[in-house]
């Protein structure tokens, strides 16, 4: 085999080489976007939502967190992390959204990334309370 011809040959193996390094970066590329058609409710009576009875308490449901950011005032993002999908927790001495995986911290009023690795804000839904009842909707 001459030179030249080797060296063709081995431009192709090394060119080969690099696609299942890039089908695995696009497979990595997951969408970590909140929930779509949120519409639920929940009894502010019931025992599993009482820490909503309080300022800087927060209750998950249907993969977002609900906040109580101050008296009959919330909050409710979407509880995945958009960096890399892990659960986001409210940290009420910061008064912000946290992940505990790599850092990551969100606005809770907008959602929006204020630091670390995020690439995007957290999806925010609409909160409206009539008397005990918390309706989240999209
Ligand atoms: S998964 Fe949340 S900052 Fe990385």
Do not use: W
């Not at 019931?46 to 977002?64: D, E, I, M, P, W």
């Not at 999908?85 to 910061?94: A, E, Q």
């Amino acid at each position: 085999m001459e030179r030249k011809e080797f060296l063709k040959q081995g431009l192709i193996m090394c060119g080969l080489s690099l696609i299942p390094i890039g089908v695995i970066e696009s497979c990595k590329k997951q969408s970590y976007a909140g929930p779509s058609n949120v519409n639920f409710t929940l009894d502010l009576t019931n025992t599993a939502n009482a820490s909503l009875n309080s300022t800087g308490g927060s209750v998950y449901a249907n993969g977002l967190i609900i906040v109580c950011t101050g008296a009959s005032t919330y909050d409710a993002l979407s509880a995945t992390c958009t960096h890399a999908g892990c659960t986001v927790g409210y940290n009420s001495t910061s008064r912000t959204i946290v992940c505990p995986c790599h850092g990551g911290t969100y606005n809770v009023s907008t959602g929006a990334v204020i630091s670390g690795p995020p690439p995007s804000g957290l999806t925010k839904y609409t909160v409206t309370k009539s008397g005990n009842v918390l309706t989240i909707t999209s």
